[in-house]
């Protein structure tokens, strides 16, 4: 099976754009969740998304924002960019059902808000 | 916010060492999960423990897990140089809605020399 895919792998942007990244979860699984991995505050949830309904948000503003398509893949927002978004995004994808299965983490975005 | 802290924050040992690294948690969990970090790329899932579960054995690795205490312990045995990297234990809570909430602490940088 092929893995969680994310694209762009780099991205550099300037304050006050908006950046859209993408997840392609592995083939089967329904759940697609997002983290945010900064030096300062460690690894934080953003979001989850399961069957295109988002079930889970994490304390982040409403700059960012995701959604989910019916193949599963994901797609994650920030509008407005700050410098403080400048992190490495992580999408997971697990089966999403109610055991809290483990989840399968693409390689990441490195994003860097100049 | 992170979940808890986890100790110690970094560790070098030599290879063929054990290895063990502690995480506390605060809330009530469904799972505590350990994932493995290389330069700051995507996680690896290492090993599940479910809340009813005292110990787990994977390979090199041994988990225990007290939920009186709210804490878990990662032992890697005969470490090798591969295993340098950074180690996360995460937690899932029990969601009214479901779903996978991965709520990490804040990591132990692992060096393993030869």
């Known amino acids: 099976k092929a893995g969680v895919t994310q694209t762009p792998r780099y991205l550099i942007k300037t304050r006050g754009q908006q950046v859209t990244l993408s997840c392609s979860p592995i083939?089967?699984?329904?759940?697609v969740s997002w983290y945010q991995q900064t030096p300062g505050q460690g690894l934080q949830f953003l979001f989850e998304y399961f069957s295109e309904t988002q079930r889970n948000k994490g304390n982040f503003p409403g700059r960012f924002s995701g959604r989910q398509f019916s193949n599963s893949r994901s797609e994650m927002n920030v509008s407005t960019l700050e410098l403080g978004d400048s992190a490495l995004y992580l999408c997971a994808s697990s089966l999403g059902d109610r055991e809290g299965h483990e989840q399968y983490f693409g390689p990441g975005t490195r994003l860097t808000v100049t | 916010s992170q979940q808890g802290e986890e100790d110690p924050q970094a560790l070098s040992i030599q290879e063929g060492e054990n290895a063990t690294m502690n995480c506390s948690y605060k809330t009530s969990i469904n799972n505590l999960q350990w994932y493995r970090q290389n330069s700051g790329r995507g996680l690896v899932h290492l090993i599940l423990?479910?809340?009813?579960?005292r110990e787990k054995h994977s390979g090199r690795l041994r988990v225990t897990l007290d939920t009186s205490k709210k804490s878990s312990s990662l032992l890697i045995t005969a470490s090798r140089a591969a295993d340098t990297a950074s180690y996360f234990c995460a937690t899932v809570a029990i969601l009214t809605g479901g779903g996978n909430k991965l709520t990490f602490g804040t990591g132990t940088q692992l060096k393993v020399e030869l």
């Open positions: 083939s089967g699984h329904r759940s």
């Open positions: 423990i479910r809340s009813n579960e």
